[in-house]
């Protein structure tokens, strides 16, 4: 097994190496920037040593417009570029030169061996694909991802699989008789940007917003989900609206027929009030499709891109799951970034005075920091992060219609009801990097049957009480999990990278349940997107 795991490397190594690097034309405004942990944390060292007015940094992924005056040299460590300029091609056509056009392509590497040491079972993840984009004259990009692969998980991954049919993240699990899984994804975009303030896209793709590591309002947990959108840059102000369609698996019994239609309006507008302050507005809606009851498909008064959206959800019954959010950064002494996000799925003022747990009082929030160069030392940051959220949140009386997509949470992965400690450090230096990420949390899982607000995906209607409702209520269960990684990055250009790790997972509840699953990994990635093991 590892020398056929082996074998993959050095095939994928000289597949990568045999393919040149050639430099790519200047100021694209059409692209969009991955989402991943490394090439965040180099956006954020740029974004926290140099703030821009003109750079909003908690809507993700960005467009390329607003990244053109971030350079790459200004980073203390070797790393992915943030100007993706890859593996690219570009060439002239027409008698003035005036038709440009960029061709990209990236293979897509994600080879890992591990040992789960409470089964004394190797397992392994084989998974590989490309990423190809075309641009023309820096206005327009086609972009598209396609992975797949055989995949088997550690014990608390491999449960989520069970229970839901679906890899976080990635779709639809199909089972081996080995215990294995095979998947397949694809997602991609096309984008058009006629000018600086105006980008229209179509595409299948994630979305996130925060600045922190979870998102209370939208993550990149689920898998792709369909979407037209609209952003707008304009002074100091970036507006974006998309119109996504997404699927509910309340009713899924392994056939495509069983999966049911929901639709999502988001609306998120960004204001850059210092250089070193930022306030963001969020709110969306989610509505479902066809039922047996009614026929119904995208509603048209969700399609308004500049209202709020309560007057307008009221002007139609208020039928269907709303909800508003809060984002605010700030930057100090150019290594520092304080950020909050809060969540408000209801919010009657009246109830929360009275303090007296009233179910409906259904809120979340965020406090987090990032420390960049931390004690003056180059490349070494420190991040510390709090989340909260309060039973029922995310949840609606028609499970259709909850804050979901593809069987997962579109926001936090714990659902609701629950408190959240994560601490991270990284130190890279050249080629090199080493990282530990710590999360404690405390859960209220449901007991005896009762529907105490963890579960999203189950309807608020079963609750079995109105008042008296507190956060980690129910079967409290505490989860502990480290995770130290020591990387190389093989060829940096393309996030080619060598990971070994060792995860420390515990878990231990109210019922006398205890769980220790020590896991040792060692893999070879290209990825571009985040795969998330700590929930």
């Known amino acids: 097994m590892l020398s056929s795991f082996l074998n993959k490397i050095c095939i994928c190594v000289w597949l990568l190496c045999v393919t040149s690097l050639v430099h790519a034309q200047d100021n694209p405004q059409a692209q969009n920037t991955f989402i991943d942990l490394e090439t965040q944390q180099a956006i954020d060292y740029i974004d926290i040593k140099n703030p821009e007015l003109e750079f909003h940094s908690a809507f993700k992924p960005y467009v390329s417009s607003t990244l053109t005056n971030f350079s790459d040299t200004t980073i203390p460590y070797i790393h992915f570029p943030i100007k993706n300029f890859f593996l690219g091609k570009s060439f002239n056509e027409g008698p003035n030169k005036r038709l440009q056009y960029n061709l990209q392509t990236l293979p897509i590497i994600d080879l890992q061996a591990g040992y789960d040491l409470l089964n004394s079972k190797f397992l392994s993840e084989t998974s590989g694909g490309a990423f190809a984009k075309l641009n023309i004259n820096n206005d327009f990009s086609f972009a598209l991802t396609a992975i797949g692969g055989r995949v088997s998980y550690p014990t608390f991954i491999d449960t989520i699989v069970q229970t839901t049919g ?26 058009y940007s006629p ?21 209370l309002l939208l993550s990149d947990v689920a898998n792709n989900n369909p979407y037209f959108g609209i952003n707008v840059n304009v002074w100091r102000i970036q507006y974006n609206v998309w119109y996504s369609w997404l699927q509910d698996f309340s009713r899924y019994d392994g056939s495509q027929k069983s999966l049911q239609n929901k639709y999502g309006t988001f609306h998120y ?10 306030i963001s507005f969020f709110e969306n809606i989610v509505w479902q499709g066809t039922d047996t009851n009614r026929v119904r498909t995208f509603e048209v008064n969700y399609m308004n891109p500049i209202i709020f959206y309560r007057p307008q959800e009221y002007s139609v019954g208020s039928p269907d799951n709303s909800m508003m959010g809060l984002t605010i950064s700030t930057k100090l002494f150019n290594t520092l ?3 909050a996000q809060g969540v408000a799925d209801e919010f009657y003022w009246q109830q929360i005075k009275k303090r007296n747990g009233w179910w409906a009082n259904k809120q979340g929030w965020q406090l987090g920091a990032k420390y960049i160069d931390a004690f003056r030392i180059k490349g070494l940051s420190i991040q510390f992060e709090y989340n909260q959220v309060r039973p029922y949140t995310y949840t609606h009386g028609s499970v259709q ?4 997509h593809y069987a997962q949470p579109l926001a936090h992965p714990f659902g609701a009801n629950f408190k959240e400690y994560l601490g991270f450090i990284t130190y890279r230096r050249e080629r090199w990097g080493i990282s530990f990420q710590g999360l404690y949390a405390i859960i209220g899982k449901d007991a005896f049957g009762s529907n105490l607000g963890q579960n999203i995906f189950l309807s608020y209607t079963t609750r079995p009480y109105d008042y008296g409702h507190k956060t980690t209520q129910g079967n409290k269960t505490k989860l502990m999990q480290s995770d130290i990684k020591l990387t190389y990055y093989l060829i940096p250009q393309m996030n080619l ?22 896991y040792i990994y060692l893999g070879v990635k290209s990825n571009l997107s985040n795969f998330y093991r700590d929930y």
């Not at 507008?269 to 930022?278: D, G, I, V």
């Open 269 to 278: 507008l960004s204001f850059n009030a210092l250089k070193n302050l930022n």
């Open 166 to 191: 679906v890899i976080p993240g990635y779709g639809r699990a199909y089972k081996n008789n080995d215990g294995s899984y095979n998947y397949t994804n694809l997602s991609g975009y096309i984008s």
């Open 195 to 215: 000018n600086k303030v105006f980008n229209f896209q179509l595409g299948k793709d994630k979305h996130f917003i925060g600045d922190g590591y979870r998102s």
């Open 337 to 339: 970034k304080l950020y």
């Open 497 to 518: 990278r060598l990971e070994l790790g060792y995860i420390q997972r515990s878990v231990t509840d109210q019922l006398n349940y205890q769980l220790q699953l020590p």
């Open 401 to 404: 219609q909850n804050y979901s």
